[in-house]
């Protein structure tokens, strides 16, 4: 078969490449009936055209030479809805840096960019401050606002997001009857925000916009994006969510060994679960209160919080870039101690924006790249509010190609030739790559057995599993080029 140009968009139909090898898929959709699909190995592009609830036809075109193009669907609101978040995963994309370093004129930026090269793209802004609105000149609410072509923009404000979950707890308990209709009678509208509550409830916002933990219903067709850019709170506070997948199956280990080992977990942690499960959807099955179903449930959550850690590690479905002031010390010794702290979360940095007001093309020094290397690093221009009315339209031209080019295609090859963790099992000895960090900044513990490796750095907490080669005693540390090499005896 001879080559085919790239493919044409179509109105009723799904089109993409990939590299995936021998491997099958189903396609389920609400609609029609499941549709398998064998993808041969190397690069193939499938389309599906003409889908209906009879036969739908597939037609399967082999793509240019050395082609790896992902093609933005542009599907009809049924099939969009119903089709499989692991045949199009969205990605999640967030900027971390000291306060007022540029964080959220990153991220409108970012969004622009996104949603003018065709990607269906949300912004989720955490503060109430204004700076959102005037660099888009939209006024964003708490429910999704289409602010441009491609871009819509959502305010999170936890006062209103309390009532959904409340709502859907209420509606479980109803069915299983566990409270007796106590539950029934709390107002959610007199809830107030407890300090703690705007973490909880910003989790819950990306996994309904990015679907991180695939937990929940399919998705409204309003709420499938390709891309979610996220403006959190605090650098901390998005920090703490790049590590609470990891974190938090450590502490659902501990409280399954409570509901198991002591009469209070075996009497009360299965109604619990059952609703849990019935409000979240976890199992997809009606919960009884039983152990094999407890058991199911606990095992569900494992899985769900596994995949979430595995995603924040997956630059092709997380991007973390940092932002500084190059012209401000304190902003690049922050920027350094973030990409630190984003790897002790278990994350992945795709690179790093120096934001000043200097015209686009001034480079920034070269001390800036030296100090970040080889991590990919590019310049940002702050947008002026001179002109209101303008800023919608000539805010994204404040990118740099460069800048752009890193926010399309983050150097992944650079990424993985720069592993946060090295084994030496000749040496035995581990690298850990810490920038930001001092040796007095850095505590190690060891537990089962000198198995596992506790670094603690700053106010985040890492656990190392050592290969069984080099299992034993920490002998010592030493700082070499950014990373903590320590010695094993």
């Known amino acids: 078969m001879k080559e085919t ?5 179509h109105s009723d139909g799904v089109g993409f490449q990939t590299q995936t090898p021998r491997h099958i898929l189903s396609l389920a959709f609400s609609l029609v009936p499941p549709l398998p699909l064998l993808w041969p190995l190397g690069t193939t592009t499938v389309m599906l055209t003409g889908l209906t609830t009879c036969s739908p036809s597939i037609l399967l075109i082999p793509p240019p030479p050395n082609s790896c193009r992902f093609v933005r669907p542009l599907a009809s609101t049924a099939i969009r809805a119903a089709v499989d978040q692991e045949l199009f995963p969205n990605k999640l994309v967030t900027f971390l840096g000291k306060g007022g370093s540029g964080k959220t004129t990153a991220s409108v930026l970012a969004a622009q960019h996104y949603a003018e090269t065709g990607l269906k793209t949300c912004l ?12 888009l000149n939209c006024e964003i609410g708490t429910s999704p606002t289409t602010c441009k072509d491609n871009l819509t923009a959502v305010r999170l404000n936890t006062t209103k997001m309390i009532l959904e979950p409340l709502k859907k707890i209420k509606e479980a308990d109803q069915r299983l009857n566990l409270s007796g209709g106590v539950l029934e009678g709390v107002v959610g509208e007199e809830l107030g925000v407890l300090p703690g509550m ?43 969510m790049m590590g609470a997948s990891g974190k938090a ?13 002591t009469d209070l977990g075996r009497l009360a942690v299965p109604s619990v679960l059952a609703l849990i499960d019935d409000a979240l959807g976890l199992t997809g099955s009606q919960s009884a209160l039983d152990i094999t179903t407890s058991d199911k449930i606990w095992e569900t959550m494992e899985t769900i919080l596994e995949r979430g850690s595995s ?28 990409w630190g702290c984003t790897l002790q979360a278990g994350a992945v940095v795709s690179g790093a924006f120096a934001i000043s007001s200097l015209q686009p093309g001034v480079d920034f020094s070269e001390s800036i790249k030296d100090l970040f290397a080889p991590l990919p690093i590019s310049s940002l221009t702050l947008p002026s509010f001179a002109n209101p009315q303008l800023s919608g339209t000539t805010t994204v ?3 740099s190609e460069h800048a752009r080019k890193l926010l399309s295609t983050p150097e992944n090859d650079m990424l993985m030739s720069l592993p946060s963790v090295k084994f030496d099992p000749v040496e035995k000895s581990v690298s850990l790559l810490m920038p930001g960090f001092r040796k007095s900044d850095i505590k190690l513990y ?18 190392i599993r050592l290969p069984p080669e080099i299992q034993g005693k920490v002998g010592g540390a030493k700082f070499v080029n950014r990373s903590l090499v320590i010695t094993i005896k």
């Open 311 to 338: 995603a924040f590690s997956n630059p092709s479905r997380f991007g973390c870039f940092i932002v500084m002031d190059p012209c401000n010390p304190a902003s690049v010794d922050s920027a350094l101690r973030y």
């Open 198 to 240: 705007d973490s909880v409830f910003s989790i819950l916002a990306l996994e309904r916009y990015a679907k991180f933990l695939g937990i929940g219903p399919r998705r409204n067709p309003s709420e499938l994006f390709d891309v979610v850019v996220y403006d959190g709170i605090s650098s901390e506070d998005t920090l703490r």
């Open 249 to 261: 199956r450590l502490y659902l280990r501990y409280a399954r060994n409570i509901a198991k080992k």
């Open 397 to 399: 031209n404040k990118c």
């Open 5 to 9: 140009k790239p493919i044409k968009r």
């Open 124 to 135: 989720l802004v955490s503060s109430h401050d204004s700076t959102a609105d005037r660099l």
């Open 446 to 463: 060891q537990f089962r057995g000198g198995a596992e490796l506790l670094v603690e750095a700053g106010d985040q907490r890492r656990v």
